[in-house]
C-alpha cells in the first residue's frame, strides 16, 4: 500500500506555532499519562486550523518519532498491517510500517482524517489496538501489542460540507481523549501572518479582518483556514495587494472583497483585540 512504506523519524518543530494555554497544559498531562499506558487523543475541528501540526509539534517538542498514516484510503480491515504483493509469480506479505510503529515505544501515531475511510469496517481492527487490551492478533505476523509511551492522536473533520466523512462510530469515540481546535483570535492570527511571511502588522490584521468577515457572513459564510490567510499573507509578502491574494486564494468575488475593504476602512478599530482567551507559542 503506497504511503505507508516509510521510516520513522521526529519531526522538525514548527515555528510559531499558538495554543490556549490550557491546550498546551492538557498536552502536557498527555504527557504523563502516556508514561503510564498508551493514550489515545481525537483532535477534531475546522479544516486548516492546525490539528496535524498540533500532532506534528508535540512528537517534535518531546523528541519523539511520528508515523502518519492517512486513514482515508484504507477499504478493508487490516490493510494499515500488511498486505500481499505478487513477485517473480509468487505471493508473499509485505509488512506496513503500522505493526513497527505501535511497537515502538514512545512513538506517535497520527491516524489522519479517522472518519474517511473508504469502508467503516476498514477501522475493525483499530478497536483492538486502542482498547484496554492494546493487542491485536493478525494470521500473518501473530499477536502484536503497542508498546509503552505510544500516544495514538486521530484528527477529523465532521459536518456535511466534508464529502467522503462518516460520523465516527460512538464506540470508536469513546476510547479517546478529545481536543477541539477552532480559527485563532484576531489578534493571535494577525501575529501568526506576521511572524510566518514578514508582511507589516496592518497588513496582516487587514487580511485577518477579511477572513473573519468571510467567515461569519451568515448568509453565505466561506471557510477561510488559517492555512489560507497564511497562503494569501504570503501573496501579499511577494507584493500582491490584499484583494488580488483573496481572489487568487479563494472562491469570492472582487465586488464582495471590495465591499468587505471598504467597510473595514469605515470601521475604525475592527477586531484588534482578542477574546480573552489566553494563548501562547507552542
Known sequence: MAGFDVSLAVP????????????????????????KHPVN?????????????????FAARNNRPLATFQIGILSEPGQLFGDYRLKQGETYYQKFLFPE???????????????????PKA?????SILSDDRQVWTDELGLLKVASDVVFFATL?????FIGTEMLDAALRDRFYTMVLDYLPADIETEVLRLKTGIDHSE???????????????????TVSTRHSLMIAEMVSI???VNEAFVNSLQVSRDILESILLSLHMELGLKKTGNGKHYKIY
Open 12 to 35: 522538525e518543530p514548527e515555528k510559531n506555532f499558538f495554543l490556549q494555554e490550557f491546550e498546551i497544559e492538557n498536552l502536557e498531562r498527555i504527557k504523563k499519562l502516556s508514561k
Open 41 to 57: 487523543v481525537l483532535v477534531a475541528g475546522k479544516q486548516g486550523c492546525g490539528k496535524s501540526t498540533l500532532v506534528k509539534q
Open 101 to 119: 510503529a505501535i511497537q515502538t515505544p514512545g512513538c506517535v501515531i497520527h491516524l489522519e482524517e479517522i472518519n474517511r475511510p473508504e469502508h
Open 123 to 127: 477501522l475493525n481492527m483499530l478497536f
Open 157 to 161: 473533520n465532521e459536518g456535511e460540507e
Open 204 to 222: 496582516a490584521l487587514t487580511i485577518v479582518n477579511v477572513a473573519n468577515q468571510l467567515r461569519g457572513n451568515t448568509q453565505e459564510p466561506i
Open 239 to 241: 507584493g500582491a495587494t
